[in-house]
Nanobody, 120 residues
Framework: QRQLVESGGGLVQPGGSLRLSCGAS????????MGWYRQAPGKEREFVAG???????NVAGSLKDRFTISRDSANNTVYLQMNSLKPEDTAVYFC??????????????WGQGTQVTVSS
């Protein structure tokens, strides 16, 4: 049974912001690095950002200036703060466990994700 729940997506205008949430168990957050990924229509899923169990973060190069990943251990949640959103950020966003870098295969199952649509 998948123990991750993504939320926070929606429709936002270009230049706007969204904060995505990935709810997980305390056990998972203590034990595993966590990552955010996205898949745009017709494209392969790609790594967006990751955070290690000790809080080190990594954001894909092209997104570093706009996206931030963080973790709230008290609420067992990993966040993806997305600012200055662009239409090309439109995608389904997923979280997964086991990786905080791009060249890594996550070990969890893929859920339904949360849809982010950037459009005027």
């Amino acid at each position: 049974q998948r123990q991750l729940v993504e939320s926070g997506g929606g429709l936002v205008q270009p230049g706007g912001s969204l904060r995505l949430s990935c709810g997980a168990s305390a056990r998972v957050l203590r034990a595993y690095d966590m990552g955010w990924y996205r898949q745009a229509p017709g494209k392969e899923r790609e790594f967006v950002a990751g955070i290690t169990t000790i809080g080190s973060t990594n954001v894909a190069g092209s997104l570093k200036d706009r996206f931030t990943i963080s973790r709230d251990s008290a609420n067992n949640t990993v966040y993806l703060q997305m600012n200055s959103l662009k239409p090309e950020d439109t995608a389904v966003y997923f979280c997964n466990v086991g990786c905080s870098i791009s060249k890594c295969r996550p070990i969890g199952s893929w859920g339904q994700g949360t849809q982010v649509t950037v459009s005027s």
